[in-house]
T-cell receptor
């Protein structure tokens, strides 16, 4: 069974601080996706990383896929209150199956 | 137009009842999914259909029965509801193994 461990589970920071969320597994994934979910809504895809060592940037968000395609990180620079939400990593396993991490609840205080 | 829609958004019912939730996607995708998100926000796949054919069936109690009348619709019927079925159920769709697009969720509360 493929598992993704996501940490931290909760993160409460001040506006302007930097943060990093991690997803780790002992399994290799063909790709890894990061989603953001707001209260009362479904997850929305932020990025997909496919190649080992790949780095993708989305404004203040930087996503990295580990060289062995077993881990990934999401780094947010100068967090803003609008970044508040639930962040989920998901690894693409067998077939179309996505394996989700447990999620990181981020709260950015102004 | 909403890409992936689900009805109802909220469902409150008594233990032992049978209920259905519905999903429709207008993206022209060939694959649809049902996920369950528990109170700790953990999202787990339940079922997946590709062109009306069941391709993923996780270890879900057989009280849960998905049905796909056509590739734009995927419904979930739940028999003999239990307290532990309370959760948010998300429908999603994709074209093959590409990006999955999620619906807004159905919040089920079993009393």
């Amino acid at each position: 069974t493929q598992l993704l461990e996501q940490s931290p589970q909760f993160l409460s920071i001040q506006e302007g601080e930097n943060l990093t969320v991690y997803c780790n597994s002992s399994s290799v994934f063909s790709s890894l996706q990061w989603y953001r979910q707001e209260p009362g809504e479904g997850p929305v895809l932020l990025v997909t990383v496919v190649t080992g060592g790949e780095v993708k940037k989305l404004k203040r968000l930087t996503f990295q896929f580990g060289d062995a395609r077993k881990d990934s990180s999401l780094h947010i620079t100068a967090a803003q209150p609008g970044d508040t939400g639930l962040y989920l990593c998901a690894g693409a396993g067998n077939g179309n199956k996505l394996v989700f991490g447990a999620g990181t609840i981020l709260r950015v205080k102004s | 137009d909403t890409a992936v829609s689900q009805t109802p958004k909220y469902l409150v019912t008594q233990m032992g009842n049978d209920k259905s939730i519905k999903c429709e996607q207008n993206l022209g995708h060939d694959t649809m999914y049902w996920y369950k998100q528990d109170s700790k926000k953990f999202l787990k796949i339940m079922f997946s259909y590709n062109n009306k054919e069941l391709i993923i069936n996780e270890t879900v109690p057989n009280r849960f029965s998905p049905k796909s009348p056509d590739k734009a619709h995927l419904n979930l019927h739940i028999n003999s509801l239990e307290l532990g079925d309370s959760a948010v159920y998300f429908c999603a769709s994709s074209q093959g193994s590409a990006t999955q697009y999620f619906g807004p969720g159905t919040r089920l509360l079993v009393l």
